[in-house]
């Protein structure tokens, strides 16, 4: 296994990772991971059907990009591991994939095992280390996967826990730059256009709790994929991105669910 040691769990504060886990209704969360999760649950009782229609997305675009051939991928903010995990859609279609995880959650790599199991022909690893460190992914990457081949880059609900002063766009231009002619870029990130009020109240919620929450606006979502190639049907709702591929998950209410995703090639 690739990575630094094991860090201490820190339950003073909620982790991404570990609200995630709790939305899909895992057990892998502490009681402040729970209180936060609560509180945006009676602000958007949408957000666990998010999380799972994020979750879906990254099954049908792992599984369209194993179908066109690549056969290297690395998932930034994997998350707690919730099967079928990429590494297995992935393999499913083409044995010989590699994959390598990275997150910085310590209860993450305590769950690295499950992570691990890959098919005899493929390879999967996991690296900790943190999103806003490209350089340590990459340097850590670059033993398992070859940066000369396309590699499908996975940022999947992610880039909204990054600011633009933290460097967002920064981080997914170093990140690409690396990678070779070929190489695709995935993204699902969540908006705060369709309710500009909730937003700014789940924002400040995050900001109380020392975390960051980025809400942007499809626009803005578009320029992670700027010099890119986009694949059809280009930036669109979570749920609109090749359902074909998978099946749907069932959404109550009001279907304009605030998030976008959508997956481009590099040139």
Sequence with gaps: MTGQAPLEID??????????????GGKDNYPVDEELGK?????????PTLARVNR????RATRWLARN????FLDIGTGIPTEPNLHQVAQQVAPDARVVYCDNDPIVLAHAAALLRSTPEGVTEYLQADARDPAAILDKAGKVLDFDRPVALSLV???HF???EDGAYELVERLMAVLAPGSYLMISHASGEFDEEKAATATEMYRRRGLT???RGREEIARFFDGLELVEPGVSMVPDWKPELGE???VEGDQRLPGYAGVARKP
């Design 157 to 159: 609900a992610l880039l």
């Design 248 to 250: 749907a998950v069932p």
């Design 213 to 215: 929450m980025a809400l």
């Design 56 to 59: 879906a997305f990254m099954h």
């Design 162 to 164: 990054v600011s633009d």
């Design 11 to 24: 339950t003073s504060k909620p982790h991404p990772a570990r609200m995630y886990d709790w939305f899909l």
């Design 69 to 72: 051939g690549v056969r290297q």
């Design 39 to 47: 509180q945006l649950l009676a602000l958007d009782p949408r957000v």
